[in-house]
Nanobody, 119 residues
Framework: QVQLVESGGGLVQAGGSLRLSCAASGRTFSSYAMGWFRQAPGKEREFVAAIRWSGGSTAHADSVKGRFTISRDNAKNTVYLQMNSLKPEDTAVYYC????????????WGQGTQVTVSA
């Protein structure tokens, strides 16, 4: 059974930082890319960042470049999203995802973690 478990969300003031974690288990994702997507109320889910387990290639959405950084710890099967200089418009539920293609959503999703940025 595949499991992606997110943690690290919360409430933070604008300009602050949070680090999200996604722990993967249940199958081998070595050939996959792990991604973060987010969905704000009334909006469609959108791509945030992704990284390949093998090689570490990354991709970041233009809206978060220079502020968010995705990384991985292969030994822990965990992917991180370091979010700095947070803005109120970053408020959303953040979802972890596993996909064969970097930057595109695959079929495996976590349950989501809420990030709220106050002005």
């Amino acid at each position: 059974q595949v499991q992606l478990v997110e943690s690290g969300g919360g409430l933070v003031q604008a300009g602050g930082s949070l680090r999200l974690s996604c722990a993967a288990s249940g199958r081998t994702f070595s050939s996959y890319a792990m991604g973060w997507f987010r969905q704000a109320p009334g909006k469609e889910r959108e791509f945030v960042a992704a990284i390949r387990w093998s090689g570490g290639s990354t991709a970041h959405a233009d809206s978060v470049k220079g502020r968010f950084t995705i990384s991985r710890d292969n030994a822990k099967n965990t992917v991180y999203l370091q979010m700095n200089s947070l803005k109120p418009e970053d408020t959303a539920v953040y979802y972890c995802n596993a996909s064969p293609t970097l930057g595109y959503a695959g079929i495996y999703w976590g349950q989501g973690t809420q990030v709220t940025v106050s002005a």
